[in-house]
T-cell receptor, first 118, second 115 residues
Framework: AQSVTQPDIHITVSEGASLELRCNYS??????LFWYVQSPGQGLQLLLK??????LVQGIKGFEAEFKRSQSSFNLRKPSVHWSDAAEYFC????????????????FGKGTKLSVKP | NAGVMQNPRHLVRRRGQEARLRCSPM?????VYWYRQLPEEGLKFMVY????????ESGMPKERFSAEFPKEGPSILRIQQVVRGDSAAYFC?????????????FGQGTRLTVV
């Protein structure tokens, strides 16, 4: 079965420092991969997505992620964190018909909460 | 994203009551997805609907839960005879078409508390 693991429940970084949030997935074929951000009391917003092609994808708000098939990873990075980046970040993989799912059926990790200290 | 509107934002129900959660998709969107987020968990897919059709309900509990997306009006997620375990945040998303499964925005969610 498809699954997504985010090993870090909570990360604290200093403002201006670099950030890397880890995501590992389990999937039998080339996955569709996503990163979402959820600010407190808000819904989720898509940061970036990977479907195929270039393994380094750029997203909004200065984020990027790299798909590494050999490591089954899709880690999210940002070179310099801003205080407004404090939020919860979710990695997700798209289920497909091969697993009885449908497009739009996303499997989410449990999230990584990011705190930013001044 | 203000484009996907959910109401109410907060809903308190006593055990055994019914809960009705509403989702108005973004303008021009005819595909709606419902997800549930339990405390300390990621979102879990519940159901995918197009206008007047349920396409995929593989994530819906078999009993007490139902969803609809009528020709006119919002999509409704209905939970009958709520129990404490139904307390969660319920999120809705919409897309114009189902291309490769990406969903840009989820609504702000309805936080259901069962007392």
């Amino acid at each position: 079965a498809q699954s997504v693991t985010q090993p870090d429940i909570h990360i604290t970084v200093s403002e201006g420092a670099s950030l890397e949030l880890r995501c590992n997935y389990s999937y039998g074929a080339t996955p569709y991969l996503f990163w979402y951000v959820q600010s407190p009391g808000q819904g989720l917003q898509l940061l970036l997505k990977y479907f195929s092609g270039d393994t380094l994808v750029q997203g909004i708000k200065g984020f990027e992620a790299e798909f590494k098939r050999s490591q089954s990873s899709f880690n999210l990075r940002k070179p310099s964190v801003h205080w407004s980046d404090a939020a919860e970040y979710f990695c997700a993989v798209g289920a497909t018909m091969n697993y009885g799912g449908s497009q739009g059926n996303l499997i989410f990790g449990k999230g990584t909460k990011l705190s930013v200290k001044p | 994203n203000a484009g996907v509107m959910q109401n109410p934002r907060h809903l308190v129900r006593r055990r055994g009551q019914e809960a009705r959660l509403r989702c108005s998709p973004m303008k021009g969107h005819s595909h709606v997805y419902w997800y549930r987020q339990l405390p300390e968990e990621g979102l879990k897919f519940m159901v995918y609907l197009q206008k007047e059709n349920i396409i995929d309900e593989s994530g819906m509990p078999k009993e007490r839960f139902s969803a609809e997306f009528p020709k006119e009006g919002p999509s409704i997620l209905r939970i009958q005879q709520v129990v404490r375990g139904d307390s969660a945040a319920y999120f809705c998303a919409s897309t114009q078409k189902v291309a490769q499964g990406d969903i840009g925005f989820f609504g702000q969610g309805t936080r259901l508390t069962v007392v």
